[in-house]
């Protein structure tokens, strides 16, 4: 039977990202994201599900950074979920907002919930957590008026109330997950894609006026759509970054190897991280 790891425990949105694509897999869930990403290197698991990029907060950049710098894994899909966040409490515990002393989430939650807390919790400690479900787990065994920051799943798995529904600071919000494999044979996916991608990574040659210029022309010229350029720090000493570029569609056989050529002409290093369905969950 596949195995697919995800961002834990049972309750985060990386677990309702894979319910809803995966049929009836071995699921094994994991503190945190570099953890998933390990198991899936060594061969522990088969696939990996680890949250990338909110539509509100941005990049999670502990996983883009971990999977250039630590750890290549071939990306083989990507998952889009919509995000809702409520304030979770356990019952009969709390009536009102000024009893609660503490709010608890992952770092992403409680950004996308700044509004909210900036002017309800004042008064209460905002304290980070591995995960939403995490947070939400903490809540369920403690005795103390606190609350936790996370989705309808997490109530239910863990008993609590929903005490203010979505909380989140903008209404359109949604996550990119992306699947890990270093065997695309066993990803089995029970709904259809919605789309195609490409993600490159680019290094440009050092001090060379005008590189980006001539990286975004590339595609420009073969009239290319990317939904995404983004710069990351090389680790290397200030002032060099690599990009990584999201393409609209799949890696062909004339427009993207063109590109490819083209960039290692000028000197840069380009290194396809995966070429790959999308799911949207509705």
């Known amino acids: 039977m596949t195995s697919i790891g995800y961002l834990g425990p049972k309750g985060t949105f990386t677990k309702i990202a894979v319910d809803a694509t995966f049929n009836g897999e071995h699921k094994e869930d994991y503190k945190t994201i570099p953890e998933c990403i390990d198991a899936v290197d060594s061969g522990e698991i088969d696939i990996g599900v680890v949250p990338l990029e909110n539509a509100i907060e941005g990049t999670v950049q502990l996983t883009i950074d971990y999977l250039i710098h630590q750890v290549r894994i071939p990306v083989v899909g990507e998952i889009v979920v919509p995000i809702q966040m409520h304030l979770l409490v356990r019952g009969n515990m709390i009536s009102e907002e000024a009893e609660i002393e503490e709010v608890h989430s992952h770092s992403h939650a409680i950004a ?49 109330e929903i005490f203010k529904e979505n909380i989140h600071d903008y209404p359109n919000n949604h996550t990119r997950f992306l699947i890990l494999s270093h065997q695309p044979e066993k990803v089995n996916i029970k709904r259809e894609a919605k789309g ?87």
Request: aromatic share 8%; charged share 20%.
């Open 112 to 160: 996308q919930c700044q509004q909210y807390l900036h002017h309800h919790f004042n008064h209460a400690k905002v304290a980070v957590t591995t995960s939403t479900a995490r947070a939400a787990e903490m809540v369920s065994n403690s005795d103390k008026p606190i609350a936790a920051i996370g989705n309808r799943a997490a109530a239910s798995e863990y008993g609590l």
């Open 196 to 282: 195609e991608k490409t993600t490159l990574l680019i290094t440009l040659p050092s001090d060379k006026a005008g590189a980006l210029h001539q990286i975004l022309s590339a595609f420009a010229w073969r009239k290319l759509n990317l939904s995404k350029i983004e710069s990351r720090p090389t680790k290397t000493g200030l002032g060099n970054y690599f990009f990584i570029i999201d393409v609209n569609q799949s890696y062909d056989d004339i427009l993207l190897p063109g590109v490819k050529a083209e960039l290692e002409a000028l000197g840069c290093q380009v290194t396809i991280l995966g070429s790959y369905p999308v799911y949207d969950i509705l």
